[in-house]
């Protein structure tokens, strides 16, 4: 009996997965089929082309633009070797991977959109090459600004309060603020916002801004797009203030949201932001900007990814910069318009739900770029940072209670610092503080910064543990040991430390387990596609299809990695606890021991 504990446990843990999985596939396969064949991060063509919104609060409406160049400089005279880059010939790109049509990473694992397409040309045009790497967009304008990276690509509203950190280039875009709501609500517009209204908004965005400067509201403050707009859909936002693009893009149908109301002004246009004093780098990017407008490649990008009207008085590129030749979006649009007018039922709660977090078809596709590419890089980063953290630990553990106070307060000191920050602070502090210092060695890759981050985080904890583990140890231990000789160092590492650290060690699995979870925070940092872990490989899908199924895979995921190591946590504890189960004498055995007696 005593070895029934082991059997169970490993039933119990294979009869969880397959419930997971029973689960996952009979919800999934009623999964709706649109999400499986909706792709945000595909161009769609100007067959899905928009007029400009009637319902503008003040068209046309904005300040003077100051800041658009008057012209450029063919890209033929622009020098390279003088536009400050962090590695010759490559242009160092900061991007985002959820928001498309404008930036998104596509279903072969590239960062592609309208942005970074039209950046590629740009480049082309003046002789450099592109490199794309992920990060978050509270982060980006930051990194730009340290020379992390060369230029930041993700629709970026080029307000003044910007350009105090960044520089930008000429406009390549424009954008309406969209107002979403539920079909039915009484908000009609900006005007029926009021101090009660619950605002959704992306975090860090000219959303966020617009709505606290110009509205005068708190608003909800999520970290993604897709986010945002899940609660929208299940009424836990009165209403979304988002992107144009972002907007039309989100809105499935059947969805049973609408755009009541949209928002313009001529100053709001993005531009690609570069360091504030590499005017260089921005000179040969307006220049390739321009040659791109003038040899018909922007036309047919922007025809291609965001087919949208343009709107009286705005167009791209520097001043003198000849007006794309777009097709007639208004028409197509009205052509389109008849066949769009099939009303559809509004789905219940329950096909939302299956369809938003069930979705099979979603599940499948996401699974080889999860065990691919976001295992590995999770197994990685929770490997490399548990041993790195665990030696760090164990040396604060003995420092904190060490008998000279010149090594037990500056171990106490770092503990309390490193447990009080919270781990976003930690990795953005150690990627972006000692990134450029040591950017020599690291390539400007900072994902084994990241890994060393993860790591003085967890030493923290880790120290704590060993130094409880330790000071259980009963006193009687070490007086033992220095009763027969043993010196004061000697008792501790041969003697106390020892039973210490085997009274710890469920402690440290779970200390381990919570690092396999962090390991989603180094995306801040900036990585390339091949580096993301599980939470940004599934987050990345949950962009292309506006579908939250691809995130649940990755939790999946997750379990199948921390539910075994739970129950191994368990499976330690009770050993420690009760020993090692009695095993029954072999009956020749007893019999030598019952005659040697007689």
Request: charged share 15%.
């Amino acid at each position: 009996m005593p070895g029934l504990p082991v059997p169970r446990a490993r039933a119990l843990l294979a009869a969880l997965l397959l419930a997971v999985a029973v689960l996952a596939t009979a919800c999934g396969s009623g999964g709706g089929g649109d999400s499986a064949t909706r792709d945000l991060c595909a161009p769609p063509g100007p067959q899905a082309a928009t007029a400009a919104p009637a319902n503008l609060t003040a068209p046309g409406a904005g300040k003077e633009d100051r800041f658009t160049t008057e012209s450029t400089a063919p890209p033929g005279s622009v020098d390279i070797s003088r536009l400050g880059l962090i590695q010759p010939g490559v242009l160092s790109v900061g991007t985002l991977s959820d928001a498309p049509p404008s930036i998104c990473v596509n279903s072969t694992g590239a960062f592609t959109g309208f942005d970074n397409e039209l950046l590629r040309a740009v480049a082309a045009k003046i002789g450099l090459r592109v490199e794309f790497s992920g990060t978050e967009f509270a982060g980006l304008l930051a990194q730009v600004a340290g020379k992390r990276f060369d230029v930041g690509s993700s629709n970026i509203t080029t307000t003044d309060a910007r350009r105090e950190m960044v520089g930008f280039t000429n406009g390549y875009d424009f954008g309406y603020f969209s107002l979403v709501v539920e079909d039915g609500s009484p908000v009609h517009g900006f005007a029926d916002l009021g101090p009660g209204s619950r605002v959704a908004v992306v975090q860090g965005t000219v959303q966020d801004e617009y709505v606290v400067n110009e509205l005068g509201l708190d608003p909800v403050k999520f970290p993604d797009y897709n986010t945002a707009y899940a609660n929208v859909k299940t009424g836990q936002v009165d209403a979304w203030v988002a992107p144009s693009a972002q907007a039309e893009g989100a809105i499935a149908p059947g969805d049973a949201t609408s755009v009541v109301q949209n928002s313009f002004s001529l100053d709001n246009f993005a531009g690609w932001a570069v360091a504030k004093d590499n005017k260089p780098l921005i000179d040969a990017l307006n220049s390739g900007l321009d040659a791109v407008i003038a040899d018909g490649t922007y036309a047919r990008l922007y025809s291609d990814w965001v087919p949208r009207e343009l709107p009286p008085g705005w167009k791209p590129g520097s001043k003198a910069a000849p007006a794309p030749q777009l097709p007639d979006f208004a028409a197509i649009a009205a052509e389109r318009a008849p066949q769009e007018q099939t009303a559809q039922a509004p789905k219940s709660t329950l096909q939302q739900l299956r369809e938003t977090f069930f979705d099979w078809s979603l599940y499948r596709q996401a699974l080889p770029d999860l065990f691919k590419t976001g295992l590995p890089n999770t197994l990685i980063l929770a490997l490399v940072s548990g041993a790195l953290g665990t030696v760090i630990g164990m040396l604060l553990a003995v420092a904190g209670i060490s008998r000279t106070r010149w090594l037990r307060w500056p171990a106490r000191v770092y503990t309390d610092i490193f447990r009080g920050l919270p781990a976003v602070v930690i990795i953005l502090l150690i990627g972006l503080g000692i990134g450029p210092v040591v950017s020599g060695l690291t390539g400007n890759n900072p994902y084994w910064l990241g890994a060393v981050a993860l790591a003085l985080l967890a030493s923290a904890y880790i120290g704590e543990i060993f130094r409880s583990g330790i000071q259980s140890v009963e006193p009687g231990q070490l007086e033992a040991a220095r009763a027969i000789g043993f010196g004061y160092r000697q008792a501790m590492t041969l003697v106390v430390i020892p039973q210490g650290v085997r009274r710890v060690l469920p402690a440290l699995m779970n200390q381990f387990i919570a690092l396999i979870k962090d390991s989603s925070l180094i995306y801040f940092l900036g990585l390339l596609a091949t580096q993301r872990e599980l939470f940004a490989v599934g987050r990345d899908l949950n962009a292309q299809t506006g579908n939250l199924s691809p995130l649940v895979a990755a939790g999946l995921v997750y379990l199948l990695l921390t539910i075994p190591l739970t129950h191994l946590v368990n499976y330690i504890d009770r050993r420690m606890r009760t020993g090692r189960p009695d095993q029954p004498i072999d009956p020749v055995e007893q019999a030598t021991i019952t005659e040697g007696r007689g």
